[in-house]
């Protein structure tokens, strides 16, 4: 079965804080993302990243950086966090276009 | 370009059906649906192709209308286990990044 695996379920931080939200995946794909999650809007995508180095933006990158140095990690980073971040924080692998997504369990953030 | 999900919400009887939209404004190549638990991650339910056959997961089946740029997921004969938040995803042509619909609550009470 694929894993994929966040770091912290439960994180609180203060605001203007630089936060980091870590992602592991074991299946060796290709593609890696982080979406958040917040009631009455779905998914929304942050980043993505295609390969180790590479990364596009999403929808909502404002705020918001990544980083992926190694093929299985890929790490969302909030620079100065700020109330409106709280939200429930999704990272998500894939091989391809038409592959499914595995998704982590989710870190609930919480921004004070 | 979020895909538009409809209805929002929706409480079924066990052993009643429901239909689940999903519409966008882009050109589609392809829908992908997954399902929510509460407290759980969206897992995968299926992904139906650009001129490919209706998908079926269990009792739940998709179709894709390419020309009306919408899928519809049919449950059938519900089971309490159906019960959770159903999200349609759509990979942009030639793209990678999946963008996801704000989905809709489905409560199956017994």
């Known amino acids: 079965d694929v894993k994929v695996t966040q770091s912290s379920r439960y994180l609180v931080k203060r605001t203007g804080e630089k936060v980091f939200l870590e992602c592991v995946q074991d299946?060796?794909?290709?593609?890696m993302f982080w979406y958040r999650q917040d009631p009455g809007l779905g998914l929304r995508l942050i980043y993505f990243?295609?390969?180790?180095?590479?990364?596009e933006k999403g929808d909502i990158p404002e705020g918001y950086s990544v980083s992926r140095e190694k093929k299985e990690r890929f790490s969302l980073i909030l620079e100065s966090a700020s109330t409106n971040q709280t939200s429930m924080y999704l990272c998500?692998?894939?091989?391809?276009?038409?592959?499914?997504?595995?998704f982590g369990n989710g870190t609930r953030l919480t921004v004070t | 370009q979020q895909p538009v999900q409809s209805p929002q919400a929706v409480i079924l009887r066990e052993g009643e059906d429901a239909v689940i939209n999903c519409s966008s404004s882009?050109?589609?190549?392809?829908v992908h649906w997954y399902r929510q638990k509460h407290g759980e991650a969206p897992v995968f339910l299926m992904i139906?192709?650009?001129?490919?056959e209706q998908m079926r997961h269990e009792k739940i089946s998709a179709s894709f209308n390419e020309k009306k740029q919408q899928s519809s997921l049919y449950l059938t004969a519900s089971q309490l286990s159906y019960s959770g938040t159903y999200f349609c995803?759509?990979?942009?042509?030639?793209?990678?990044?999946?963008?996801f619909g704000a989905g809709t609550r489905l409560f199956v009470k017994a």
């Open positions: 995803g759509t990979p942009p042509t030639g793209g990678f990044k999946t963008i």
């Open positions: 998500a692998s894939g091989l391809g276009r038409n592959s499914p997504l595995h």
């Open positions: 299946m060796d794909h290709e593609n």
């Open positions: 139906l192709l650009k001129g490919g």
């Open positions: 990243s295609y390969d180790v180095k590479m990364k």
């Open positions: 882009k050109a589609l190549y392809s």
